[in-house]
C-alpha cells in the first residue's frame, strides 16, 4: 500500500487534512502544541496490522506516539528501529518483556498477537503497570476475559479492546438510533462480516489453528456479533449457530463460515453470517416504521449507508488508517483524562459471553443455547 511507503511526517500531514476537511481537527487540540508529553505506546506483535496499518496510525495521532515494539524476530526490531528512530531501551523480546514495567517511555502496551496470547499479555503488561489496548477479540472465551478485566482493575490501568468501528462516525450515528428509535420498534438485525480467503494458506497460520483462536467466527465474526449488540441496544439472551467447511483441506479443525441467530429482549433477533469462503460486509435494521443500513459497515475507510426516509450515513474521515488513528487517540485522551475509554474490557468480555454460546451451540448441532447474563 502506499501507504505503508510514506514518511511519518507526511502521514501525520495526511490524517491532519482529511479531519480538517471533515471538520473534526478543530475539536482535538494537539497535545504536543500544549506541551504534554503524547502517551507512549508500545506495540506487541510485528504483523500485518502492527506494520502497515497501527504504526503508520501513531504517526498520525494527536495524543500517543510510537514509543517501543516487542518482537520475537531481531530482523524486524532493526527495521523498525531505522524506520521509527526507536531507542535501544524500548525494544523488547517476549521473554525479557515484564522489564518494561522500569521504562518511564511506555505507558501503554497495544497487544496484537494471535488470540491465544492476548491473556498472558494482557496480565503481563497490567502487572508492570501499564495500561492495555488489545486487538479483538479480547481472548479465547469469557472466563479469560473477566480475568483481564480483574487483572487490569487490580493494578490500576485501563483496558481498551480495539473495536475499531466504534469510533467511526457513521458506526456511531448508527449506535444512537438504538436509542432514538427514530423508525420504531426494531423488529430483525442482519449482520454479515466475510472474506474468500485462504485459497493459497500454506505454512504455519494461526487463523486456521483452533488451539490459537482461528477460524472465521473468532477473526470476522466478532464484528456481526458486536453490530447485531450495538445496533439492539442490547444484550442477546440465547442463540442458534451453524459451522460449515466447504473446503476440508484448508479449514480442518476450525470453521470456514458460521452462520447464527441471536436473540434479544421484546422478540428482536439478528440473523448473522460470517465467512473466509464468502464476501460479505453488511448491516442492517429492520423496524415497525422503516429500515437502516450500512454497507460496508466493517471497512478500513468508505463505510457508508442509508435509511428508509432518506437520510445517509456518509461521514467521512479520511485514507486509511484514519479509523485506527481516531481510535488510539480516543483511547489516549481517556488515559490522559482519567475517564473510561469508549470501548472498555467489559465490552469485549460481553462478546465473549456469546461467542461462548454460539461454540457451544456449533459444537451440539445447531440447539439452542442460552447466554450468560453479563
Known sequence: MAVEHASPDRLRRRLLAALGAAGVAGMLPNARARGRRPIGVALVGLGYYSRDLLAPALQMTQYCRLAGIVTGTPAKAETWQRRYGIPDRNIYDYAGFDRIADNPD?????????????????????????????????????????????ACRTHRVQLAIGYRMQHEPNTQAVMDLAASRPFGRLQRIRAEAGFHGFDGASGDNWRLDAARG????????????????????????????????????????????????????????????????????????????????LSPFQAYEGVRGEASDGR????????TPAQ???????????????????VPGEEG?????????????????????????A
Not at 445517509?312 to 485514507?319: E, L, M
Request: proline residues 5%; contains cysteine; negative net charge.
Open 349 to 373: 468480555w460481553r462478546d465473549m459471553l456469546a461467542l461462548d454460546a454460539i461454540f457451544a451451540s456449533a459444537r451440539a448441532g445447531g440447539t439452542r443455547v442460552e447466554i450468560a447474563a
Open 214 to 293: 482461528g477460524g472465521a467466527m473468532y477473526d470476522m465474526g466478532v464484528y456481526a456479533l458486536n453490530a447485531a449488540r450495538y445496533t439492539a441496544g442490547a444484550e442477546p439472551v440465547a442463540v442458534t449457530a451453524t459451522p460449515s467447511v466447504q473446503r476440508p483441506d484448508i479449514f480442518q479443525g476450525v470453521d470456514e463460515t458460521m452462520r447464527f441467530r441471536l436473540e434479544f429482549p421484546h422478540g428482536v433477533t439478528a440473523d448473522c453470517a460470517t465467512s473466509f469462503g464468502e464476501n460479505m460486509n453488511r448491516l442492517r435494521a429492520d423496524c415497525a416504521g422503516g429500515w437502516y443500513e
Open 312 to 319: 445517509r450515513f456518509d461521514a467521512v474521515i479520511g485514507a
Open 106 to 150: 511506555i505507558d501503554v502496551v497495544y497487544v496484537v498477537l494471535p488470540n491465544h496470547l492476548h491473556k498472558p499479555f494482557t496480565l503481563r503488561a497490567a502487572a508492570a503497570g501499564k495500561h492495555v489496548w488489545c486487538e479483538k477479540p479480547m481472548a479465547m472465551d469469557a472466563a479469560e476475559a473477566r480475568a483481564m478485566i480483574d
Open 324 to 342: 485506527q488513528a481516531r481510535q488510539m487517540d480516543a483511547d489516549a485522551l481517556a488515559i490522559i483524562e482519567g475517564r473510561s475509554p469508549r
